[in-house]
């Protein structure tokens, strides 16, 4: 039996809106007090009150419209300007970076993040915490766009080709940072991406070898995967604590 994938629908948290509510009352609330003194600023504070009620109104309202959906064909960002459709095929790159965790009483919490999924044309969606069930809809895209680009890069990989991610070159033996030396499978104990920074260390050696922001390079996820499995390759392990999903 074949089992459909039903669409699912990621809303806006509160957050944002009640941030807004709190700036837009403070500033209503100073307004409103000028409204009262009597003097020739009285009407234009209270003018001024009414039209940031209103556009407090406007905003949360807009903030409330936008939404995003992913289905097994694509994922689509719908708002009360437009929609933006990226079919899953299409996206060929994304950029990611880990923004850290929110901490309450109640302990850890789930990671905070910002993804932005692009395609060729320049079409654009991005996931951040102010989403419902972030986390969720980050491993629902890592699991449609990743099989493909990791096959891509696999083949060129197992043809002894370099493939260029940004500022760093993967090769069947390495990694080169920028016009650096390579820095050999052999030489690495770990690619950390716990943090805003990919960090990549040297066997015994405390400082990272490698620390760039990890939205500085294209599609990072997957070529932390493809450097985990070339290395394997060369008897390596990095061993990498990569907090991303995958």
């Known amino acids: 039996m074949t089992v459909i994938e039903s669409p699912r629908i990621f809303h806006q948290t509160l957050a944002i809106r009640l941030a807004l509510l709190l700036l837009f009352a403070f500033g209503i609330g100073i307004l409103l007090s000028i409204s009262f003194v009597g003097n020739d600023a009285e009407k234009a504070a209270l003018s001024a009150a009414i039209v940031a009620a209103v556009a407090y109104v406007v905003i949360a309202f807009a903030i409330g419209r936008t939404h995003i959906i992913t289905t097994p064909l694509a994922i689509r960002r719908e708002t009360i300007l437009g929609?933006?459709?990226?079919?899953w095929p299409e996206i060929t790159e994304y950029r990611y970076r880990l923004l850290g965790r929110q901490r309450s009483g109640d302990g850890p919490q789930p990671?905070?993040?910002?993804?932005?999924l692009s395609t060729v044309d320049g079409r654009?969606?991005?996931i951040g915490p102010n989403y419902r069930n972030a986390v969720a809809m980050r491993d629902v895209v890592f699991s449609r766009v990743h099989p493909r680009m990791i096959r891509t890069v696999r083949a060129e990989l197992d043809n002894q080709h370099p493939v260029t991610f940004g500022p760093l070159t993967l090769r069947p033996d390495g990694i080169v940072y920028k016009?650096?030396?390579?820095?050999?499978?052999?030489?690495?104990?770990t690619i950390d991406l716990a943090s805003p920074r990919l960090c990549i260390k040297r066997t015994g050696k405390q400082n990272e070898a490698i620390a760039i922001g990890s939205d500085r390079i294209p599609n990072v996820v997957a070529f932390i995967?493809?450097?985990?499995?070339a290395a394997r390759k060369k008897g390596r392990d990095l061993l990498a604590p990569v907090s991303a999903g995958s």
């Open 83 to 87: 929609i933006t459709d990226l079919p």
């Open 124 to 126: 654009r969606i991005t």
């Open 179 to 189: 016009e650096g030396r390579p820095l050999l499978f052999s030489e690495i104990a």
């Open 225 to 229: 995967e493809l450097a985990q499995e």
């Open 111 to 116: 990671e905070r993040f910002v993804l932005t």
